[in-house]
Structure formats: structure tokens, C-alpha cells
């Protein structure tokens, strides 16, 4: 029997849910009641986390105890780095962050079963353990030595010491800081859905996780901001910008970055993203990436009337910070981990397996031919 349907469950409300709101027709993002523009420069990853975690700001004691536990846990065991060790360097990141994450479910004896142990400490162990793993994997792919995380470092300002090996300046620290708070969390995006649905199995907090990274893979959610980098490059030069787009409108073809599944107006993110571009750019005096997005963003307006999304700025941004574009995703992932570890504790606590049906659209009333008859 035929029953209405949405394309994509487009529009189609499944939950409720106390950690954001993403209001596409007023371009709002809020975390837990507070806009992203309060929040974003004003409060670190780690009290962003502990409020969506939560669900208040911490005390100052509170976000000492946080700090600490990553810490704690932000070093790579000896047997996970042997496990990382032995993966293929050039497979795509995702696929390895996917891989080890699972690997790192296996190690951690305290979640590795269903819903019954899974605690904020749990939340904690994870993220702080996927920034590390990340920057691992990618020192891997360079035939470099593995950078142990420092010990007074932040989380954000740790990871891009990890990754390239020395600390970070104030300004490029702070703004990666604001980056992640930027990309914590954003409703029931694919990849989080992803995780409710094998967390509404019971099944442990990693494989939720694993999941979820396993969506963002795909070209349609996580790789936009990489796409934008690589038309930059081709592109160059700021006086070539406005040519090379609305060439590609007159071809039909799609300028990443741009429009968005829920956003009428533009990302707020993007507005943030676009300042702290700047910033990094002014500090580097390397200039010619904001200019061309600034053309690009003009020519987008006028020609078609779209905004820029979170992906369109944050791909500069993340370049300027020295990070590879083929790491734009899994940096999406060292932030958004936090969200879904929150998305996955709120239906733990609430939880009814998601069984959703579909519209059988195929043959009736056939009939049986025995084999030896066909």
C-alpha cells in the first residue's frame, strides 16, 4: 500500500532533541540556548564541549577537571600506534580515522560494550583520542615520527602541535579554537543521524561513532571545504576569480560552498569563518586566498543570489593554518566527535530503536516457477 514519503526525510521531525538548533530560514546556529556568535571566540572547545555534554558552561573547576582528563587520555597507546603503524599510509584519511577509531574501541575495555558503561568520561576518552589519532595518520603518510601530545597545551592549540611538530602562535591557535567550536555540532546532519541509528541498537559508543565517520566519508557531506581549496588553487590569482565562476555557472556546474540543505540565508558560521580568514591573512601577509573568496563570494551574490556556507571560508582558513586539504574532513570529525558523542548519550537516555518503513514499490502477485522449470 503506498504511503506518503519524503525525499531524503526531508522536513520530517523524528526527535527532540536539547542540544542545538539550526534555523535555516533566520540563519541561527545555538549550542544549548546560546547563539554560535556568543559563543564562537568567547568560550573554548573545551568549555563548548562541556556544555553540549552537559548542558551548561562550566565552572572554573569543572573545566579544570576536563582539561585534565584529556590529557589523561589524549596519548596514543603503544598498541594503537602499532595497529596505525601497520594500515596503509595512502589510503583516504577518513577511511583511516574510520578504521582506528574502531581499533581504539577495542582497546578501551570500559565502552567497548553496549550503552551500560558509556559516561561523559567515555565522551571525553574519544575525543581527546581522535585529535591525536588524526595528526598520527597524517605524520604517518609524511614517513614522520609520531609528536606524543604536549603537556599545557589546549586541545586545539595540541592538535596543530601534533600535527606539524611545533607549537602553534597565539592568533593560530585561537582561531582554530574557534573553528571547532564552529563545527561542534549541527542538528541531525547525516553523519550524526548515522550514529543515533546504530545507537538506538545499543550497540557500544565506538561503533555509534565509527558509523557516523563513516557517512561523513562521503563526497555529498564531509568533502565540500576540499573541494573549495582545490578551486582556489587552480584558480590562482584574485583578478582571474570573477571569470573562472561565472564560467562555471554559464557550464551549469556546481561552485562548492555555496547554498545549503537547511540554510535560507547565509550560514552564520560562515560570517565568523570569514573575519577570522582575514585575521590569519593580515598576521601571514599571505592575502590572495581571502581576495579570491571574497570576489568568488560577490560573483555568487550578484550572479545568482546564493550565499556562502560554513565550507566556503573554512577551506582558506584551514590552509593558512598550514593544515593539507585531504585533512579538511577529518578535522571536521576532530570537532563534530563531540556532537555526536552528545546526540548518542541523549538516546541512550531516551532510547527506542529507529525502525523506520519504506514504500514497497515493486512486484505483486507473481508466480512460482520451480528451478527445474525455468
Same mark, same amino acid.
Given at each position: ?26 540563519? +541561527? ?21 562541556? *556544555?553540549?555534554?552537559? !548542558?551548561? /558552561? ?5 573545566? &579544570? ?18 595497529? =596505525?603503524?601497520? /594500515? ?34 567515555? @565522551? ?37 602541535? =601534533? ?15 574557534? @573553528? ?15 550514529? /543515533? ?18 557517512? /561523513?566519508?562521503?563526497? *555529498?557531506?564531509? !568533502?565540500?571545504?576540499?573541494?573549495? =581549496? ?15 565562476? &561565472? ?9 562548492? !560552498? ?16 570569514? #573575519? ?15 581576495? =579570491? ?14 550565499? @556562502? ?47 523506520? +518503513? @519504506? ?9 512460482? #516457477? ?5
Amino acid at each position: 500500500m503506498a504511503t506518503e514519503r519524503a525525499e531524503g526525510l526531508r522536513g520530517i521531525v523524528i526527535n527532540d532533541s536539547k542540544l542545538s538548533l539550526v534555523d535555516g530560514d533566520a540563519g +541561527r546556529l545555538i549550542y544549548r540556548g546560546y547563539p554560535i556568535e556568543e559563543l564562537a571566540g568567547n568560550v573554548s572547545f573545551e568549555e563548548s564541549a562541556y *556544555l553540549l555534554w552537559h !548542558g551548561y /558552561l562550566p565552572t572554573p573547576v569543572e573545566l &579544570k577537571d576536563l582539561k585534565a582528563s584529556f590529557r589523561l587520555t589524549r596519548p596514543l597507546e603503544e598498541p594503537m600506534k602499532r595497529i =596505525m603503524r601497520t /594500515l596503509p599510509k595512502g589510503a583516504q584519511p577518513m577511511s583511516l580515522l574510520r578504521t582506528a577509531v574502531s581499533a581504539a574501541g577495542l582497546l578501551d575495555q570500559k565502552s567497548d560494550r553496549a550503552n551500560e558503561n558509556v559516561t561523559h568520561e567515555a @565522551c571525553e576518552r574519544m575525543t581527546a583520542k581522535v585529535s591525536s589519532i588524526i595528526a598520527a595518520q597524517w605524520r604517518l603518510r609524511l614517513d614522520e615520527e609520531i609528536v606524543d601530545p604536549h603537556a599545557t597545551l589546549d586541545h586545539a592549540a595540541n592538535f596543530l602541535f =601534533m600535527l606539524r611538530g611545533e607549537e602553534p602562535s597565539d592568533l593560530e591557535a585561537e582561531v582554530f579554537d574557534t @573553528c571547532l567550536v564552529l563545527h561542534l555540532d549541527h542538528g541531525y546532519n547525516a553523519s550524526t543521524f548515522t550514529a /543515533l541509528i546504530t545507537a538506538s541498537s545499543l550497540s557500544d559508543i565506538y561503533s555509534a561513532v565509527a558509523s557516523a565517520l563513516g557517512t /561523513l566519508r562521503g563526497r *555529498l557531506h564531509g !568533502g565540500a571545504n576540499t573541494a573549495v =581549496m582545490e578551486m582556489l588553487q587552480e584558480i590562482e590569482r584574485p583578478e582571474k576569480a570573477a571569470a573562472y565562476v &561565472k564560467d562555471m555557472l554559464d557550464k551549469k556546474l556546481k561552485v562548492m !560552498g555555496f547554498g545549503h540543505p537547511v540554510y535560507k540565508v547565509i550560514d552564520p558560521r560562515a560570517n565568523i569563518l570569514k #573575519v577570522l580568514g582575514h585575521r590569519l591573512a593580515e598576521e601571514s601577509g599571505r592575502t590572495r586566498w581571502m581576495e =579570491m573568496c571574497e570576489v568568488i563570494e560577490k560573483v555568487m551574490m550578484d550572479e545568482k543570489g546564493i550565499p @556562502c556556507n560554513v565550507d566556503f571560508y573554512s577551506a582558506p582558513v584551514y590552509h593558512m593554518l598550514g593544515i593539507h586539504m585531504q585533512l579538511f574532513t577529518p578535522i571536521f570529525a576532530l570537532s563534530r566527535v563531540v556532537g555526536y558523542t552528545a546526540h548518542i548519550l541523549e538516546q541512550y537516555a531516551n532510547n527506542k530503536i529507529i525502525r523506520p +518503513r @519504506c514504500n514497497y514499490v515493486g512486484d505483486m502477485d507473481r508466480t512460482f #516457477v520451480p528451478i527445474e522449470e525455468r
